[in-house]
């Protein structure tokens, strides 16, 4: 290589490095100060959508409904196979299609006429392409339940573990701070402030109260009504708005 060959690469990469450094000065300012950025820039580049699921439901019935029977007989209209891994009065465990559900049922309900009932679903693995149809395998199940039993004082509480990356939500929270200066960590935010809803047009009332939890390790979705619940669930995961 001639010395005049050699400038003109030498010149070409001085020329080009004050754009190079400016663009990455950019992209960083952009990453720590604009929660859309930095989630488009997880959602383009990271493989962070694959995630375990912990749900738990919890209700009150009338005492004098037979729910075991009710509740085998949804599951079985649903998904047709069911193994019932452990069977206790008051406590039983069934594995069907992707879920494992643990059903605990409270006989303490001698001062009222209605007993509580809690509902676990444990450890289901949902990938950016299954999520979707999870969650809405979960509302045809909930809604024919609901349909059957008269189901009072509901409550849905949704724990989504990231399997492949840390916590995206948490890594937004604490990038300023860094990681190894925080031991425990807990933030509520409405999930609208994530998706173009909240940046394009009003969002709706019922949306208000559509919060997230972030946590270290997870993030949680609390809400009475399992729409909610899927809803968030899906713009977390998919963030769409």
């Not at 406590?91 to 309900?109: H, M, S």
């Not at 994530?194 to 009003?202: C, G, M, V």
Request: one cysteine or more; glycine letters at 2%.
């Amino acid at each position: 290589m001639d010395v005049v060959a050699l400038f003109k690469i030498l010149k070409l990469i001085f020329t080009a490095l004050p754009w190079v450094l400016s663009i990455g000065a950019l992209h960083q300012f952009l990453y720590n100060k604009f929660p859309k950025y930095y989630f488009f820039f997880v959602k383009r580049f990271k493989k962070w959508r694959d995630t375990k699921w912990k749900l738990t439901v919890s209700f009150s019935v009338h005492k004098d409904i037979d729910f075991f029977s009710s509740l085998e007989e949804v599951i079985n209209e649903i998904y047709k196979q069911k193994q019932r891994v452990f069977n206790l009065k008051n406590k039983k465990q069934y594995e069907f299609a992707d879920y494992t559900l643990t059903v605990q049922y409270d006989l303490d309900f001698s001062e009222g006429e209605f007993v509580n009932v809690e509902l676990l679903f444990g450890n289901i693995t949902a990938t950016k392409s299954t999520a979707v149809e999870k969650l809405r395998n979960l509302r045809r199940f909930f809604n024919t339940l609901n349909s059957r039993i008269d189901l009072r004082d509901e409550n849905y509480s949704m724990r989504i573990y990231f399997i492949t990356m840390k916590n995206p939500f948490y890594g937004l929270m604490i990038q300023r701070l860094g990681s190894e200066h925080i031991e425990y960590f807990q933030c509520v935010f409405s999930i609208n402030q994530l998706t173009q809803k909240a940046f394009n047009k009003r969002v709706e009332q019922q949306e208000v109260d559509q919060e997230l939890t972030v946590f270290k390790d997870y993030i949680a979705i609390n809400h009475h009504n399992y729409d909610t619940i899927e809803d968030v669930t899906r713009k977390c995961l998919l963030l769409e708005g």
